[in-house]
C-alpha cells in the first residue's frame, strides 16, 4: 500500500511538471516578438543612432558623418549654458516632483476616509494626466497670462507682480505648477490604492489612542505605504526629465534668459533649431546617463529606508 501511495505521489509530481513545461519554443517567440520589435524599433535602434551622431559630426543638410570621438561630448561639458540647463532641470525635477506628491497625497487622504463626494472625487482627480503636456501647457498659458488670465487682476492691483514672459522666477514657477498639476492624478492613484490596502484596524486603532488624522498619516500610514512613495519618487523624477517638452514648449520656449531651458528642451532648440544634430545627439546621451545614475542613486540609498511588508 505504501509503495502504490508512493507511485501515485511521483506521478502526480511528473504531471505538474509537465504542466509546467512549456514546450513549443515556436509559440513562445511568436507571442514575445511584437513586444521584442517594439523595443527594438522604438529604444535601442533609436539609442544606437543617436550614440552614433554623438561621436561623430552629422552635416545639417545630410552628406555623411565624420568620426570626431568624444569631441561633441567635449563641447557639451565645457559649455556653460549647458551646466545652466542642467541646474534647472534639477530644480525642475525636484519642485514638481515634491510638489506633485505632496497634493496626490493629501488628495488620498482626502477620499480615503469617505468623506461625502468621494467617488466623484476618484474620477475627476485623475483627468489631469489624461491630457496630453501641450494642452496642459497652453491651459497655464492662458491661465497664468499676466494681462489676460485670472492674474491678471493682481497685477492691476500690483503692477509687475507676475510676468513669465519678463521674470525668470515667474517662469519657472509656471513651469513647475503645470508638471506638478499633469502629475497629480497619475500618483493620486497609487496612493489612493496603497492606502485602501491598509487593513482598517490598523488606522482605527490610532484613531482609538488618541492619534489626529495627520498623526495617523505621518506615524502609521506613510511607513506602510513607502514602497509606493519610493516608486512613485522614481517615476516623477523621471517623467520630469523626458516628458516636461510639451509643457516648456508652449508656456516660455526656454525663457526668459534661459531661466526654463530644460535638458529636454535644449536637445530640441541645438538639434532641430539650431541644426546641430551631433551635438543634440551627444545632450541626449549625457541626458539618459543622468537619468540611469538618478535611479541608480535612488535604489541604492533612497530605498533603504523602504520596508517592504
Known amino acids: 500500500m505504501e509503495g502504490a501511495h508512493r507511485a501515485a505521489f511521483q506521478n502526480t509530481e511528473r504531471d505538474l511538471e509537465k504542466r509546467a513545461t512549456f514546450s513549443n ?3 513562445a517567440a511568436a507571442l514575445i516578438a511584437p513586444q521584442i520589435v517594439l523595443i527594438f524599433t522604438f529604444f535601442y535602434w533609436p539609442t544606437g543612432e543617436a550614440l552614433y551622431w ?4 552629422e552635416q545639417p543638410f545630410g552628406g555623411g558623418n565624420q568620426w570626431v570621438g568624444f569631441l561633441n561630448f567635449q563641447t557639451v561639458f565645457e559649455d556653460p549654458k549647458y551646466w545652466g540647463s542642467v541646474r534647472v532641470s534639477l530644480a525642475f525635477a525636484f519642485w514638481a516632483t515634491t510638489i506633485s506628491l505632496a497634493i496626490a497625497a493629501f488628495l488620498a487622504l482626502f477620499v480615503d476616509r469617505r468623506l461625502p463626494g468621494h467617488q466623484v472625487y476618484k474620477f475627476t482627480f485623475f483627468l489631469p494626466y489624461a491630457l496630453a503636456a501641450p494642452a496642459v501647457g497652453l491651459a497655464f498659458r492662458f491661465i497664468f497670462s499676466p494681462d489676460a488670465g485670472f492674474l491678471s487682476a493682481i497685477n492691476d492691483i500690483f503692477p509687475g507682480l507676475w510676468n513669465p514672459a519678463l521674470d525668470g522666477w515667474d517662469a519657472f514657477a509656471l513651469i513647475v505648477m503645470a508638471q506638478a498639476w499633469t502629475m497629480v492624478g497619475y500618483n493620486f492613484i497609487f496612493f489612493l490604492a496603497a ?3 491598509i487593513p482598517r484596524t490598523v488606522t482605527e486603532a490610532g484613531a482609538m489612542d488618541g ?13 506602510l505605504i513607502a514602497p509606493t512613495l519610493f516608486f512613485l519618487i522614481v517615476i516623477n523624477i523621471t517623467d520630469s526629465f523626458v516628458n516636461s517638452f510639451g509643457i516648456v514648449d508652449i508656456t516660455t520656449g526656454g525663457g526668459p534668459a534661459r531661466a526654463t531651458d530644460l535638458m529636454v528642451y535644449k ?3 541645438d538639434g532641430f533649431q539650431g541644426k546641430d544634430y551631433s551635438l543634440a545627439a551627444a545632450q541626449s546621451i549625457v541626458l539618459m546617463g543622468l537619468i540611469i545614475a538618478l535611479t541608480f542613486f535612488q535604489f541604492r540609498f533612497i530605498e533603504r529606508r523602504v520596508h517592504y511588508a
Open 25 to 27: 519554443l515556436w509559440l
Open 211 to 223: 492619534a489626529s488624522v495627520l498623526r495617523r498619516m505621518w506615524d502609521i500610514q506613510l511607513p
Open 195 to 197: 492606502l485602501q490596502s
Open 267 to 269: 536637445i530640441y532648440a
Open 54 to 57: 554623438a561621436v561623430t559630426l
